[in-house]
């Protein structure tokens, strides 16, 4: 956070006032913890916004190889997921097999039927092309980056649980960037800054666990 220092003016042949204006994040006299962490690349978030850390393994998929032309959905990872390359290939129309990174068998799909496992969960959607024997996805899951974005409440990466409010304006637009965020204060919940996936009031439940409280017509102290 950039602290701007004024102290007595210099002697000189005119007179400068300079008048602080607060935004007022701040609420009440609790205790402000803070933190500096890595946040992530291609975003640019306003100081009081609400993060959260990508705790979790990751996965994406594939399109479609060969002749079908369905898509993978409702895609998540399980306790037990690998980092590596899954393959999903058609043993059927409306079968798939699994296959972890090692090469192992880790279950069998279902077109249109939800599958749930202890390394990966997802559901394959029939195309306007039928699949046929042969067909693959690949998932690709990766390691969690720990690095902190926007909370939002449907991610699946950890970031679903918002831990901390950033100190700054931060642009990462080229790339991470180290920034401060506070990990336990008081905060005016009309200055902060929120996904739409999130109301207000499940914030402050969801934050308070974190000692973070969100507080309503409390004039902050301009910090």
Known sequence: MTVNEY?????????????????QLIAGNLQLVTKT???????????????????LKSAIASAATGTGNGT????SVGSAAETGVYTLKATAADKFTLTDPTGDAAGTVTVGEPFSGNQLNLTITAGATAFVAGDSFTVTVSAASNEYTLSVRTAVDGTQTPTAILVDDVDTTEGAVSAGVYLMGGFNQNRITFDDSWTVEDLADALRDKSIFLQDSITGPGV
């Open 72 to 75: 993978i959905g409702k895609l």
């Open 7 to 23: 102290g007595q003016n210099a002697w000189q042949p005119y007179a400068r006032q300079d008048t602080f204006i607060p935004d």
């Open 37 to 55: 962490v890595v946040i992530g690349a291609g975003h640019v978030y306003k100081r009081g916004t609400v993060l959260g850390r990508a705790s």
